[in-house]
């Protein structure tokens, strides 16, 4: 089993960056896949950017694809979101997950993370 916990949210403005961290305890981190998604007042939770056990696959979801880069660093068992020139509707908490399976190849669906940190709000105001 890994715990996950997010730090590094807040209240920014528009086109500024923020950069999220999740720091992960427990089962060696390099055995998950793991993403980040987002939940919005009144809306599903959605994928964000998800990352191989090894670090050398990534994938985004199309609005936030060349603004977000997702990354880990294993032998600290952290994971980042570096978020640049956010947006209003980038307004949500961020979740970090990590999946407990193959850890070869990314992830997008919710339902295939198996444990989630607290969240951390981002708010961007215009």
């Known amino acids: 089993q890994v715990y996950l916990a997010e730090s590094g949210g807040g209240l920014v403005q528009a086109g500024v960056s923020l950069r999220l961290s999740c720091a992960a305890s427990?089962?060696?981190?390099?055995?998950?896949?793991a993403g980040w998604f987002r939940q919005a007042p009144g809306k599903e939770r959605e994928f964000v950017a998800a990352?191989?056990?090894?670090?050398?696959?990534?994938y985004y979801a199309d609005s936030v694809k060349g603004r977000f880069t997702i990354s880990r660093d294993n032998a600290k068992n952290t994971m980042t979101l570096q978020m640049n020139t956010l947006k209003p509707e980038d307004t949500a908490v961020y979740y970090c997950?990590?999946?407990?399976?193959?850890?070869?190849?990314?992830?997008?669906?919710?339902?295939?993370?198996?444990?989630w940190g607290q969240g951390t709000q981002v708010t961007v105001s215009s």
């Open positions: 990352i191989s056990g090894s670090g050398a696959n990534t």
């Open positions: 997950a990590a999946a407990s399976r193959y850890s070869g190849t990314i992830y997008t669906p919710v339902k295939l993370y198996d444990y």
């Open positions: 427990g089962r060696t981190f390099s055995t998950y896949a």
